[in-house]
């Protein structure tokens, strides 16, 4: 790599050259010939004067390392008024306190962030060369920091400074809090400048904000979604209801999960989460046909919390719900499954005989129920076609909130505290999600020197 330097060299032409070069053939002409050739020629030499002044040029090069050593210093001028987002805090002060700000910035990409500082402090005019200088530097010093840790976070910026400095500041993708110390003794300016949008000040300001997922956490949920909504429209082709379903198996598996003994795990907490969503779509009291839809897309037939609301409530003995649980298969492809079981077997202990009859009514049950479900995942048959328009209702319901539905999805997925959640990117930004609630309470005068109780209330907190 090279620099170039261009200098400009101005030549000077006198008329008594020109005429030096003229031809001894030349002067045999006429008077008048050479009146009106001096004048052209007088005419076409100030044109040549005029373009090698400025076309003519001397170029030098010099190595990239020799620049290095002549040039040690180099500044860069940014223009705050080119970023789309200033921030600016300034205080003058009379003492040297510490003063906290806090910096909330979340991005899908690389954030850079130009962080300038200037400070105003002493300076010992009285001091001679031998005495050492008496002034102090004011400093700023930016950590990483979260209210969920009382350790100290990584430190990513030190600026000490006499009068004003100006840095870069690199962040990965992701949710970020920052805090600033400021020491300065008299007083200091913070200008931050960035390109995507930010939350500085106190705490007050910060925390707030912190309730709201991440950009990332956002992005992933609505990723799974989508996945979700591909299946169910490609529900009835068979080539491209396999493939919809590999990029679902992509979507909600965290990258590194496949072929761990945590898939297992992960794929029942996938599908818990995914009848708690539709469970908030419909209501508690979730219709039949959308809970055999729920099973032809999932193909999940272990006991989960699927049927709970089928089950009875009451304190009876296994033998009493083996027969519910007959009761409510012979009436299963109907809608009048919703009911409770027929009253003849209620407060009744069946004999041995009587449950015997009832597993091996629940057995052939079992077989019937898995080979329809198995059979409406065939495009062309009937369970099929049953299965394509209840999911197509449900997905109808999902796209009328489909930000907030993706949330709820993938959140409830985290409620599990399954350790594969702990490979999605986007789980690095929960140690930046709090929730934070505000109580003002009031009590009466007391006296002195002695112990009181100031307030006792009952806190309702969102959940984290």
Known sequence: MYYQCIESVCLLISAEELHENISSDAKQMSETADTDMN?????KSKEEIKSEITSVSKETWISFEDFCVCFQNLYVFHKPHTYTY????????????????????????????????????????????????????????????????????????????YATKATVLNLPVGR?????????????????????????????????????????????ATAILKAIGN???????????????????????????HGTGMAEEHFKVFNSAFWYLIKYVLGKKVPYRYKFAFRSFTLDFKDTEIFEDDSVSSASSYRTSSFNDVAHSLTLTSESSEVNSPGIWQKRIPTFEEEAAALKLQAIWR????????????????????????????????ELNFEQCAVILLREMFKKNCKSIEKFPCYEDEWCKVSFADYAVTYADQPPNIWFVIFREIFIVPED
């Open 367 to 398: 077989g019937a129920y898995v080979r329809k479900v198995l059979n409406s995942r065939k495009p062309g048959t009937k369970e099929n076609t049953i299965v394509k328009e209840t999911l197509q209702k449900l997905w109808t319901a999902i």
């Open 39 to 43: 004048s052209q020629t007088e005419d």
């Open 176 to 220: 970020h809090i920052l805090l600033f110390t400021v020491s300065s003794p008299i007083g200091y300016h913070i200008h931050l400048c960035s390109m995507v949008p930010c939350v500085f000040g106190e705490e007050d300001a910060v925390i707030p904000s912190l309730e709201k997922e991440s950009f990332r956490f956002i992005e992933q």
């Open 231 to 257: 299946v169910i429209n490609n529900f009835s082709n068979k080539p491209e209801l396999s493939e919809a379903l590999k990029e679902l198996k992509l979507a909600h598996c965290p990258p590194g999960l």
């Open 86 to 161: 200033n921030y600016q805090k300034t205080e003058f002060k009379c003492n040297d306190d510490r003063v906290l700000y806090y910096l909330l910035v979340d991005s899908l990409n690389p954030i850079e962030i130009l962080v300038s500082f200037s400070a105003l402090v002493h300076w010992d005019i009285g001091a001679t060369k031998q005495e050492a200088p008496s002034t102090s530097k004011a400093t700023l010093m930016v950590e990483h920091f979260s209210w969920k840790c009382a350790a100290p976070g990584e430190l990513v910026l030190k600026m000490r400074t």
